[in-house]
């Protein structure tokens, strides 16, 4: 995460804990002032960040109440990460009790008692570094070997809260990523081991939070500028749409896709040129969609520019002329309003003249 | 390659079990009842098999052999593909298993006794007419027989039904254990082939060309009978050229009596998969295409460029000699 970045933005991040003793060292160094019972506010030195602190409570119903909630109370936060423990379902997978990992992917069994059914739908985090392992939130203590047994099908690392923070995290479409100390093996036995490590682990997720700030590679936060950003240069020449504005964003990412650069492509269009003309601003953002179209796809426009041409006759007698909208089907609607007996007969006459030969070959391709 | 072998308590004294465990020994083992427990039961994201691949070996219960699509092969004769394999190794942008079995895990079922005696029953039921059976709907069919060595026991089989003929579809390079076999006039192997920058950037991890075609005239030479899949063709815009040139190294370096049949196929989406190449891979070329939701629901190019595509690259065949009648046009 880099906090010293030259953006004026605020940016607002949350952590989240299960339990007080795992937040410990966050709540001493930052000296976390309570806002409202389980929710604090940190006194970080990263410049242009807020952070705040959620104690959740274990389970999945207490995690997934108290993040909607602080959530909704703070739309600004647009990031959360999970830290806590977690348990070990496997031995034989290169992890060990202390490891910090960060967890890629995170399932869930299935919520009501039965022994072995998992919930079908999963979450995959935000993620920074690999390696990183996937994990299954239960609803249960794990208290069998032959419970766990069964989840480790599915992932080696165990919790009681990701999955359901990761759902509320979708829903309202804000970032997650977790990182978990391993605390035991989740084989039944209760760990007198885990009480008295609680500190030393808080120290471990704190310092790696600490390390993840001061690195210049890791942005939390930030979000890179859209390519029609980028593209407009902050000009208000154009009056945008919210689907002419993803149009346009799918349009310039396909751009970039191809590796067109900007520059160049408005060189080509003239750019310049479709500014500086008389043209309300709406129009001119039809224009823009139109020419950066062709641009992406000159095969279309060229099979356009033909349709056009051999549908010109009955243009030139005012009727609207649509194709398929998708050129699937060999079809033409046409709309055009008749006055008196000439008109009759010059739409029969331009009709008799259609090309529909040439007009047919083009739409199978035989033509282009 | 694997991070985990989950194998199936009824195959576990399989001695091919044994081999492919010989194969990897560093890599951890788990018994299990049945794959069906696990495989599929959670939405494992595709890109885990880049670092989270598990392998199941399992037998195939259930349904074995399927009647495939329409336009699936050469037309006027019944299709059916069986299933020996769920997904594969390579990792091609387009690939339809992204969205279809909810995880990249790759499941082996060796019960192949039991897929023969299927097959042998569909033989059975249709006589003497001639008949089609394809591997490779789900995996590639070569890509691991070096390891799960089922083509023998195949090749015995449609020794003994000659109106019986088996598909072997790949995009591998990997024809050891085919090289090994006395070729069979009914079994034919089919190679997916796309110019080779295409084939660098777009089909990730599968053999080069120059590999490609280097097995495919190992495999001529031997005597062995060949397909060509011109499937996907994704359009650029010097594609014509590219598949000019395609077409004549293929000539160059094939007899053209070794090749049975070439299907062309311009690349289609359902559009759950489509979603999942928006996901897996959000910078690929693919994405920069303008498509459209066509006939069948399916996500294409535009009626008019498919079919130019498909008439160009039909085009490009004849000039180089090769018979119109083994060319067709695949699930169009």
Request: hydrophobic share 35%; net charge negative; aromatic share 10%.
């Amino acid at each position: 995460m880099n906090l010293t970045n030259s953006s004026n933005e605020n940016h607002s991040l949350l952590l989240t804990f299960a339990h007080r003793g795992e937040a410990r060292a966050f709540l001493q160094e930052f000296k976390g002032q309570q806002v409202f019972p389980d929710f604090y506010q940190l006194n970080t030195p990263y410049e242009g960040l807020s952070v705040y602190l959620l104690l959740t409570g274990e389970g999945f119903n207490d995690s997934m109440a108290t993040l909607s909630f602080a959530l909704g109370r703070y739309p600004e936060i647009s990031e959360v990460i999970n830290y806590g423990v977690c348990g070990l379902l496997r031995r034989d997978c290169g992890l060990e009790v202390n490891d910090l990992v960060e967890v890629s992917t995170v399932y869930a069994d299935a919520p009501y008692g039965e022994d072995k059914a998992m919930a079908f739908k999963s979450f995959t985090l935000k993620r920074e570094r690999v390696p990183n392992r996937d994990l299954v939130s239960t609803h249960e203590r794990v208290l069998s070997r032959e419970k766990a047994d069964y989840l480790d099908n599915f992932a080696p690392l165990v919790d009681r809260e990701l999955w359901a923070q990761a759902y509320c995290a979708q829903k309202l479409g804000v970032k997650l990523s977790s990182f978990k100390v391993i605390s035991d093996y989740a084989d039944g036995e209760i760990c007198q081991q885990v009480k008295e490590e609680a500190a030393l682990w808080s120290d471990q997720m704190l310092r790696h939070f600490r390390e993840s700030c001061d690195s210049p590679n890791l942005e939390y936060g930030q979000s890179s500028p859209s390519y029609l950003e980028v593209f407009l240069e902050g000009s208000k020449d154009f009056h945008i749409t919210l689907s002419q504005e993803r149009a346009l964003e799918r349009i310039l990412q396909a751009h970039h896709i191809k590796g067109n650069d900007f520059s160049e492509l408005k060189e080509k269009m003239n750019y310049q040129e479709l500014l500086s003309e008389k043209k309300r601003p709406k129009d001119k953002t039809k224009d823009l969609i139109l020419h950066l179209t062709n641009a992406l796809n000159p095969l279309e426009a060229k099979l356009r520019r033909q349709l056009g041409t051999l549908t010109y006759g009955l243009e030139k007698l005012g009727a609207q002329v649509k194709h398929d909208q998708d050129l699937d089907k060999e079809k033409l609607h046409l709309s055009i309003t008749l006055q008196g007996q000439e008109d009759f007969h010059r739409l029969a006459q331009a009709l008799e003249n259609f090309p529909y030969e040439n007009w047919s070959k083009v739409l199978r391709g035989e033509d282009v | 390659m694997f991070s985990r072998i989950l194998i199936e308590n009824d195959v576990r004294d399989y001695p091919v079990t044994q081999t492919i465990l010989e194969r990897f020994p560093q890599v951890a083992t788990k018994a299990i009842d049945k794959v069906d427990d696990i495989f599929g039961r959670v939405k494992k994201p595709y890109l885990q098999k880049r670092d989270n691949l598990q392998l199941f070996l399992g037998k195939k219960r259930g349904t074995k052999i399927k009647l495939a699509p329409d336009a699936y092969g050469l037309a006027g004769e019944p299709h059916y593909y069986f299933i020996h394999a769920y997904n594969c190794i390579y990792e091609c942008e387009y690939c339809y298993l992204q969205g279809h079995f909810q995880s990249p895990d790759i499941v082996l079922f060796l019960n192949h006794d039991e897929i023969g005696e299927e097959i042998e029953k569909t033989i059975n039921k249709n006589g003497k007419n001639p008949i089609w059976f394809h591997a490779g709907e789900f995996s590639d069919s070569l890509a691991l027989t070096h390891l799960t060595g089922e083509l023998p026991f195949y090749f015995e089989l449609f020794k003994k039904y000659p109106q019986a003929k088996l598909e072997l579809r790949t995009k591998s390079a990997n024809t050891r254990e085919l090289e090994k076999l006395d070729p069979l006039p009914n079994v034919i192997t089919s190679f997916s082939l796309s110019p080779a920058h295409r084939i660098r950037s777009t089909d990730l991890k599968t053999p080069p060309l120059k590999g490609r075609l280097a097995a495919m005239k190992r495999l001529a030479d031997r005597g062995h009978a060949l397909g060509i899949h011109f499937d996907p063709v994704i359009h650029e815009d010097n594609f014509e050229s590219c598949y000019r040139e395609l077409i004549q190294e293929i000539c160059e370096t094939l007899p053209l009596d070794s090749i049975q049949y070439i299907s062309i196929g311009v690349v289609r989406f359902t559009s759950n998969v489509f979603h999942q190449v928006k996901k897996n891979y959000p910078e690929s070329e693919l994405l920069a295409a303008e498509f459209t939701s066509s006939f069948d629901g399916k996500i294409r190019y535009p009626r008019p460029f498919r079919l130019w595509i498909l008439g160009k690259i039909k085009d490009l065949c004849l000039q180089q000699g090769i018979d119109e009648e083994k060319i067709y046009l695949c699930m169009e």
